[in-house]
């Protein structure tokens, strides 16, 4: 079985009307304020997931400061997952940094959202007010045994749309911080795994983190997946596209490129999802 645990979805209203959702949504008019940035349909999935042979896609709004904007794009991704319960798996997405959201998190996860995210902070690092919010979401999310996915990116190298000016300290604070929730670091974490190779700590610290390979061929050599299975384990990496950024067949090439074994690639590509979101 193969599962894209990282596609993004949007209703209509959204799709053609985007640039009438800026206004007061800095980090959606960041990284879909350019003509070039595209946006999926339920039916835009589905047909992804025909042509390129994948089974399964775990998919997820957008963090929306505006809660009605939040609930929008959340009742679209449960009813789209309630029609396709054997193509589409619900996270529930939501932006920490708004007041009172755990009502909108209390929801989604009553209505069979199966994690959340993909949670961000676009616009900073995740510095300690913004790992402080994330505590009840975090506390809901242990409750019904929901993973969490985090927006992570390498805090070095070239900028674009989205790399946020988070730190590796920021995101291992993060994790100790909340060492019970189960926890998906996106984008290979920004590459915090490469630290297992210190004698003390980080290893252990890591025993509910996977990692997910969304945006991989625009940020690393395909050597980060043997690299990857080394450190990190080959049951703690996810595979994940960020549809509509790339289609999985980049990654499918470049786990062949790396000389990834058969099993080694049905473990990223599905296995571990399946276990993971208990599908």
């Known amino acids: 079985m193969i599962i894209d645990v990282h596609v993004h979805i949007f209703p209509k209203r959204i799709r053609e009307n985007k640039a009438t959702y800026f206004q007061n949504e800095p980090a959606f008019e960041l990284l879909y304020g350019s003509d070039a940035a595209n946006m999926a349909s339920t039916a835009d999935v589905l047909a992804m997931l025909d042509e390129q042979g994948v089974d399964k896609a775990v998919v997820c709004g957008f963090p929306w400061a505006n809660m009605a904007t939040c609930k929008l794009n959340n009742d679209y991704v449960l009813n789209a997952c309630a029609k396709h319960p054997d193509r589409l798996v619900a996270m529930g997405c939501f932006d920490p940094l708004t007041t009172h959201y755990e009502e909108e998190v209390a929801r989604c996860a009553a209505a069979g959202a199966a994690g959340m995210g993909e949670l961000a902070f676009y616009r900073s690092g995740i510095d300690k007010r913004c790992r402080d919010q994330l505590a009840p979401a975090m506390e809901i999310c242990r409750e019904n045994d929901l993973p969490v996915m985090i927006h992570t990116n390498e805090p070095v190298g070239h900028t674009y749309p989205g790399k946020t000016p988070n730190t590796l300290i920021q995101i291992y604070d993060l994790i100790k911080q909340y060492p019970d929730n189960k926890l998906i670091l996106a984008h290979w ?15 252990p610290s890591l025993t509910n983190v996977w990692f997910d390979t969304a945006a991989s061929p625009f940020l690393y050599r395909p050597d980060i997946y043997r ?16 549809y509509c950024l790339l289609k999985p067949e980049r990654y499918f090439q470049e786990m062949d490129a790396a000389g990834l074994s058969g099993e080694e690639k049905a473990a990223i590509c599905g296995g ?8």
Do not use: C, P, S
């Open 189 to 203: 974490g920004g590459g915090i795994f490469f630290y297992n190779l210190l004698k003390k700590e980080v290893k």
């Open 227 to 242: 690299l990857a299975v080394d450190l990190a384990g080959v049951d703690r990496i996810l595979f994940g596209t960020d």
């Open 272 to 279: 571990n999802a399946k276990e993971l979101f208990g599908l």
